[in-house]
């Protein structure tokens, strides 16, 4: 079992940044960065669940159009926490902000966090 802990969500202006983090626990320290896809996801208010970024076990990245220059996915293996730097944040980035362990046989989901931008 893997329980995923989103915390960082909060409203800023348009051009701001914010930091979310991901902490992961359940499994041994390690294991689950070396065996689980790891991944952000958000939903906006009447919108459909869409993938922002993603990040293998080899750390390989990718990001969706919309995001991509302004976001950063990282992970630190030591803490088991997953990070996403949001830069030059625009409104359309409003949305709920969700942590996700693709791992063998069981996918897991974070409560989320709500990122609201302003103009």
């Known amino acids: 079992q893997v329980h995923l802990v989103e915390s960082g969500g909060g409203s800023v202006q348009a051009g701001g940044s914010l930091k979310l983090s991901c902490a992961a626990s359940?499994?041994?320290?390690?294991?689950?960065?070396?065996?689980?896809?790891m991944a952000w996801h958000r939903q906006a208010l009447g919108k459909e669940r869409e993938l922002v970024s993603s990040?293998?076990?080899?750390?390989?990245?990718k990001y969706s159009d919309t995001v991509k220059g302004r976001f950063t996915i990282s992970q630190d293996n030591a803490k088991n926490t997953l990070y996403l730097q949001m830069n030059s944040l625009k409104t359309e980035d409003t949305a709920v902000y969700y942590c996700?362990?693709?791992?063998?046989?069981?996918?897991?989901w974070g409560q989320g966090t709500q990122v609201t931008v302003s103009s």
């Open positions: 990040i293998n076990s080899d750390g390989t990245t």
């Open positions: 996700a362990a693709d791992c063998p046989a069981h996918n897991y």
């Open positions: 359940g499994w041994s320290s390690g294991w689950i960065f070396s065996r689980c896809k």
